[in-house]
């Protein structure tokens, strides 16, 4: 197993005002570890991050609480950060007019990890999503670079909101976390002749195929594979989840994010399992934290997921949405061949090392705020207005 190389700081440190946007940083969501790690590392690589008052992150300083000591703090800033959501907040209009009028013109970043129609999906209404369209298309103007974390992603944001700066960034993981070689927890049983599939994340949210891994379950039991092949789902669950689920699936609940590392060395495989659409846009999380813990994993076809299979030479674990016979094959394929499974697992961690980090996503993202900067200072000589999507 290779270990992560040492971090080295970078030597020209940025100053960045970061607004994370509301979530709960104790609750173990995909978005409170996004942060933390966003922050963990850009503190690690010789940055500073500044929050604004009344919301502290670890590894973050806070802006003075007076408006004008922190009017001071944000001229010294180069860029303000924000970390978008489905609705353009207050926040983020007092962060653009302010750059514009009264700080210098620190630059103006925003970060996407989904398209404004997301909130379609949890409760939001059509005339809320056009009336933020209209919003970001007005505001982003002003807006230097957009990161995204697909491509899909990046042309949504390119041609739906009007912002012609845009970067890919996909997320990652962080291999000194998610190791296999770490504890793995007690509750889980284990050996040669069982193969243990995780599940992690939100299971209330309907992008997630839940009824696909329910189908193919079944089969198992009704196959009498049940016993070969068991199903953790950790995470927070949602109202009849476990209706009418087999024997070999267990429910754990949601889990702290540091704690799930454990789990996952618990595991064999990991399953990103969506329904065609809304998923597309996204850069899964759990598809890095597995890789980073030595799990092979199956899944259903969305763009990132196939890059990062065909990267992986392993295509043929991805199954047809909403296929359960499919899903069935293949993890009774992969119980039959334990040595595939690891093989695979450790060129996933590989992978991870090399590229899908959370130190490449705050260096891509650093690197290109300092190419911006410079180009600011000295107009004419910097790069073009990019539209860097991953080829």
């Not at 103006?108 to 129609?117: C, G, I, M, Q």
């Not at 704690?259 to 809304?278: E, S």
Request: charged share 25%; proline share 9%.
């Amino acid at each position: 197993m290779s270990d992560p190389p040492a971090v080295s700081p970078d030597v020209d440190g940025l100053r960045l005002a970061y607004a994370p946007g509301a979530f709960d940083p104790g609750l173990p969501t995909g978005k409170a570890a996004h942060v933390a790690q966003f922050v963990a590392h850009a503190a690690a690589l010789g940055h500073q991050v500044w929050t604004w008052p009344g919301r502290p992150l670890s590894g973050a300083r806070s802006l003075p609480t007076w408006r004008l000591p922190r009017l001071d703090a944000l001229r010294r800033m180069d860029a303000i950060y924000v970390r978008c959501g489905s609705a353009a907040p207050a926040r983020r209009h007092r962060a653009l007019a302010l750059s514009r009028r009264l700080l210098g013109r620190p630059l103006t970043v925003w970060e996407f990890n989904a398209p404004l129609e997301y909130a379609l999906l949890r409760r939001g209404t059509a005339s809320s999503v056009a009336e933020a369209v209209r919003d970001f298309r007005r505001l982003g103007r002003g807006c230097d670079l957009a990161i995204c974390v697909s491509d899909h992603l990046a042309r949504y944001v390119r041609d739906q909101l009007g912002i012609g700066n845009v970067l890919t960034v996909p997320n990652g993981s962080d291999p000194e976390l998610f190791r296999p070689d770490i504890p793995p927890v007690d509750r889980v049983e284990r050996g040669d002749g069982r193969l243990n599939v995780a599940w992690i994340g939100s299971l209330d949210l309907p992008w997630h195929d839940v009824d696909l891994l329910r189908a193919a379950a079944g089969l198992l039991w009704e196959r009498g594979a049940g016993g070969r092949v068991a199903f953790h789902l950790i995470g927070a669950g949602a109202p009849g989840l476990m209706r009418d689920m087999p024997p070999n699936v267990y429910f754990h609940g949601s889990a702290p994010y540091t704690t799930v590392p454990r789990w996952l060395a618990a595991m064999d495989v990991g399953l990103c399992l969506y329904r065609p659409g809304p998923a597309d846009y996204s850069s899964p999380l759990k598809l890095f934290d597995y890789m980073a813990s030595g799990l092979a994993v199956v899944g259903t076809p969305q763009p990132q997921l196939g890059r990062v299979f065909a990267e992986l030479d392993q295509s043929d674990l991805l199954v047809p949405a909403g296929d359960p016979s499919a899903l069935v094959d293949t993890l009774l394929r992969l119980a039959a061949d334990r040595a595939r499974v690891r093989r695979q697992g450790l060129a996933g961690r590989r992978r991870v090392i090399e590229f899908y980090n959370w130190r490449r996503v705050v260096r891509d993202t650093v690197n290109a705020i300092r190419d911006l900067r410079a180009a600011a200072r000295h107009p004419g000589s910097g790069p073009a207005p990019r539209e860097d999507l991953r080829p």
